[in-house]
């Protein structure tokens, strides 16, 4: 059965405290990883899609990694307002379910100033 | 920009009622989704469709139908509303099937429900 951990449920950071979020998964085959961020009371908004190990995308202070067990994302210098969860997301090839993601519980993130 | 829009963000409902969740996307995508969400739960596909009059179950489909009339609309009912359906419904986009470019999902607001 396909899985998605991500880790830490929830941290803390000061404002330019660099750290990263993890995300573990188990597929049979994996047709792409996504990083979502959510805000309170709003639907998850789509930052980053993976596919293969080995590859990077980088978008503002955010950074996303995979390899052929995990994705991390690297939140460089964070300000308050990179404040969110994040979500992650595969998608399996031999998913039943279609095209659906199959996500993780998500990272809370705190930046304080 | 992609657009999702669900048409109410709060709802209050009674153990019941028929209650129907509505979902329109504006950037002609075949695929459509539901999912909820739930604290300490995440997030959990209900149906999906990929195409017109089509429809999937998801990993919880019980106590839920789907209505795929028209390719922008995917509407979520609740037959007879329980108390254990208070959640938030999140609906999602996607454009084609099978390429992997294409596959990224959008995500309306969300409807928080509330069965009373």
């Known amino acids: 059965e396909d899985q998605v951990t991500q880790s830490p449920e929830a941290l803390r950071l000061q404002e330019g405290e660099s750290s990263s979020l993890n995300c573990s998964y188990t597929v049979s085959g994996l047709r792409g990883l996504f990083w979502y961020r959510q805000d309170p009371g709003k639907g998850p908004e789509f930052l980053f899609t993976?596919?293969?190990a080995g590859e990077e995308k980088e978008k503002e202070r955010l950074k996303a990694t995979l390899t052929k067990k995990e994705s991390f994302l690297h939140i460089t210098a964070p300000k308050p307002e990179d404040s969110a969860t994040y979500l992650c997301?595969?998608?399996?090839?031999?998913?039943?379910?279609?095209?659906?993601?199959?996500f993780g519980k998500g990272t809370s993130l705190l930046v304080t100033p | 920009d992609v657009k999702v829009t669900q048409s109410s963000r709060y709802l209050v409902k009674r153990t019941g009622e028929k209650v129907f969740l509505e979902c329109v996307q504006d950037m002609d995508h075949e695929n459509m989704f539901w999912y909820r969400q739930d604290p300490g739960l995440g997030l959990r596909l209900i149906y999906f469709s990929y195409d017109v009059k089509m429809k999937e179950k998801g990993d919880i489909p019980e106590g839920y139908s789907v209505s795929r009339e028209k390719k922008e609309r995917f509407s979520l009912i609740l037959e007879s509303a329980s108390t254990n359906q208070t959640s938030m419904y999140l609906c999602a986009s996607s454009l084609i099937a099978g390429l992997l470019a294409k596959n990224i999902q959008y995500f309306g607001a969300g409807t928080r429900l509330s069965v009373l």
């Open positions: 997301a595969v998608q399996a090839k031999s998913s039943n379910s279609g095209y659906a993601l199959n």
């Open positions: 993976l596919y293969s």
